[in-house]
């Protein structure tokens, strides 16, 4: 069954350090998105990417993060300067099978821990 | 703005029984779908069962069951024959579609952790 893909699962980093986090969204897909969750916390929305351009933002994506999906195929998520509250679960989700019903279900992959230290 | 509440941090219950999970929400829209998603320890969320709110009847999958009370603004979940492979963290969530552009984010309960007990 497809599913949504991330890498790297676990990232330690410095304070200040750029980090990437690579997802590969199911392959029919039409939307993006990508979700955290700060340890204890709820899982907050932070972008959506649709037709090759954010679609919506959250308050919390701010000029520090950016996504792209550069080949078709990968969807990444790089924050520039990592702040130590940055440190969370950082989910990528896809939905939106081309041709398909409309259902709202999002596809989730396992989350990709970063630590800022 | 949506908000969704889960008032139930932790829950246990004995395999076999049955346990229904809380989540209410607040919203203005008047259609909009409802979800609870799993995400067993380690795993990524999967979805167990979703609502759309012009449906009168409760949505139903296998062992897995709501209870979408609209008027008062509650989704609450049911699972029967509890199994210990449903141990995991449940989250309730809100979205809203939209025509032509997707639909509007998820919006996530603080989530519930059901601990099932053999």
């Known amino acids: 069954e497809p599913e949504v893909t991330q890498t790297p699962s676990h990232q330690v980093t410095q304070m200040g350090q750029e980090v990437i986090l690579r997802c590969v969204p199911i392959?029919?897909?039409?939307?993006f998105y990508w979700y955290r969750q700060i340890l204890g916390q709820k899982v907050e929305f932070l972008v959506s990417?649709?037709?090759?351009?954010?679609?919506?933002k959250s308050e919390i994506f701010d000029d520090q993060f950016s996504v792209e999906r550069p080949d078709g195929s990968n969807f990444t998520l790089k924050i520039r300067s990592t702040k130590l509250e940055d440190s969370a679960m950082y989910f990528c989700?896809?939905?939106?099978?081309?041709?398909?019903?409309?259902?709202?279900?999002?596809?989730f992959g396992e989350g990709s821990r970063l630590t800022v230290l | 703005a949506q908000t969704v509440t889960q008032s139930q941090p932790e829950m246990s219950v004995q395999e076999a029984e049955t346990v229904t999970l809380s989540c209410t929400y607040d919203t203005s829209e008047s259609n909009y779908y409802l979800f609870w998603y799993k995400q067993p320890p380690s795993r990524q969320m999967i979805l167990v069962i979703r609502?759309?709110?012009?449906?009168?009847q409760n949505a139903t999958e296998n062992r897995f069951s709501v209870n979408f009370q609209k008027a008062a603004k509650s989704f609450s979940l049911k699972i029967s024959d509890s199994q210990l492979g449903d141990t995991a963290m449940y989250f309730c969530?809100?979205?809203?579609?939209?025509?032509?552009?997707?639909?509007?984010?998820?919006?996530f309960g603080k989530g519930t952790r059901l601990s099932v007990i053999a």
């Open positions: 989700a896809s939905s939106g099978a081309s041709g398909t019903i409309n259902t709202g279900e999002l596809f």
């Open positions: 609502q759309e709110a012009y449906k009168q």
């Open positions: 990417f649709y037709n090759n351009e954010i679609s919506e």
């Open positions: 969530a809100f979205m809203s579609p939209r025509r032509n552009s997707g639909n509007t984010p998820l919006v």
């Open positions: 392959s029919n897909h039409l939307y």
